[in-house]
């Protein structure tokens, strides 16, 4: 019999455990609830907000720089805005939407109609004449959205407007030969008449002759945009 000593234990290998028989792969992940969603490549465009509308007074400047007064707010006999407003508080009252189109001014302080709007007038001319001749006078009035252009006291033209980025308003009409034609404002000095046309220069030489000659009794003008 072998001595302890001698004695050695018998030494077994390691062995992994062997897989079960047809075991299946592991279920792979499932997706989560809320998958991610792509964002757009752009930020969509703000909206665009409307043009505000403008409330002010519409003043008259002559060439020289010199302010002659304001559209005035008052009518004359003839049912116009014929003179100059030389005090501010009887100014015209007006309001427009800014737009690089022709369109309406309203007038704000109108006694007869809150829509009524500025417009020009060529007296006991139809709406068929008031284009034909570049000597033909207008004088500013009024008229209702849906007044006729053709009136008892001379045609009427009111989508004439344009508000320049400088504050200048300007009157412009296109004519029956689609042709677009710009009144140009003159005052006369002592009455402060004031009167549109066509052809400023023409105009007021055949004044001139008529009256004082040698004395500036006219001067041409534009209007301009004065905000409240």
């Known amino acids: ?34 998958p991610p969603v792509d964002l757009p490549r752009t930020l969509p465009s703000p909206p665009v907000s409307a043009p505000v509308p403008r409330l002010g007074r519409i003043r008259i400047i002559s060439l020289k720089g ?26 015209l009252i007006v309001s427009f939407i800014p737009s690089h189109e022709r369109h309406t001014i309203l007038v704000v302080n109108a006694a007869d109609d809150e829509n009524t709007h500025l417009a020009v007038r060529w007296p006991g001319l139809k709406s068929r004449d008031w284009s034909l001749n570049v000597k033909n006078v207008a004088e500013l009035a009024t008229m209702g959205p849906d007044d006729p252009t053709s009136q008892p006291l001379g045609a009427c033209q009111d989508l004439i407007w344009n508000v320049l ?33 066509r052809d400023a220069d023409g105009y007021i030489k055949k004044k001139s002759r008529l009256m004082d000659f040698g004395k500036e009794r006219f001067t041409k003008c534009h209007f301009t945009f004065e905000d409240l």
Request: aromatic fraction near 8%.
């Open 1 to 34: 019999m072998p001595s302890p000593a001698s004695f050695t234990p018998d030494v077994f290998p390691a062995f992994a455990p062997a897989p079960a028989p047809n075991s299946a792969p592991a279920p792979a992940a499932a997706p989560p609830s809320n």
């Open 165 to 197: 980025p400088d504050g200048t308003v300007a009157a412009n009409y296109p004519s029956d030969d689609r042709v677009t034609h710009t009144l140009v404002p003159i005052v006369e000095l002592e009455s402060y008449a004031l009167r549109l046309v």
């Open 66 to 91: 010199i302010t002659l007064g304001y559209v005035t707010g008052r009518e004359s006999g003839s049912g116009n805005f014929s003179y100059c407003a030389t005090k501010i508080v009887n100014a």
